[in-house]
């Protein structure tokens, strides 16, 4: 991903989350140097995701997929090369949060090994007031 991206990358945000990151959650994604990727099909910009590294472990902060692109295999694809470049640098676990009303994504999450370890109160901004979000967790090889 690079700043040239967000322009896509923000619509996709904006199509598929009540309470988007901002393009400065990206910028800063960038700069501080997250790895930050893009999928694209024939030039068409499909899902991304923004991956934090640090102390031995990996966070996937954002992965997301275009709505025409769903339920495709996309998203397990771009899930494999998260996994696959924290392993890679040295990560022997990735953390993620998940909204609990996002039933597609925890199916993702369980089918590919993550389980579930804790909730996180009040994590996201709802429409009325928070959600929480659910933590799950993936040993690396």
């Known amino acids: 991903m690079q700043a040239a991206d967000l322009d896509e990358v923000m619509a996709i ?3 598929i ?3 988007p990151w901002t393009r400065g959650n990206f910028t800063d994604s960038l700069v501080a140097g997250y790895e930050c ?5 024939d030039g068409e910009l499909v899902g991304y995701f ?8 990996a966070h996937l902060l954002n992965l997301s997929i275009a709505p025409a692109y769903q339920r ?9 090369e998260a996994a696959d470049i924290a392993a890679r640098l040295g990560a022997r676990s990735i953390f993620l949060e998940v909204r609990p009303s996002n039933h597609a994504a925890q199916s993702l999450y369980a089918k590919f090994g993550f389980r579930r370890i804790a909730v996180r109160r009040d994590y996201y901004p709802a429409h009325t007031g928070r959600e929480d979000a659910l933590v799950y967790t993936l040993p690396l090889k």
Not at 37 to 41: E, K, V
Not at 50 to 57: D, K, P, R, S, Y
Request: glycine share 14%; net charge positive; charged share 20%.
């Open 17 to 19: 989350y009540s309470h």
């Open 13 to 15: 945000e904006n199509a």
């Open 50 to 57: 923004v991956l934090m590294i640090g102390a031995g472990e």
């Open 37 to 41: 990727r893009t999928w694209r099909l």
């Open 72 to 80: 495709s295999g996309h998203g397990r694809a771009l899930l494999q």
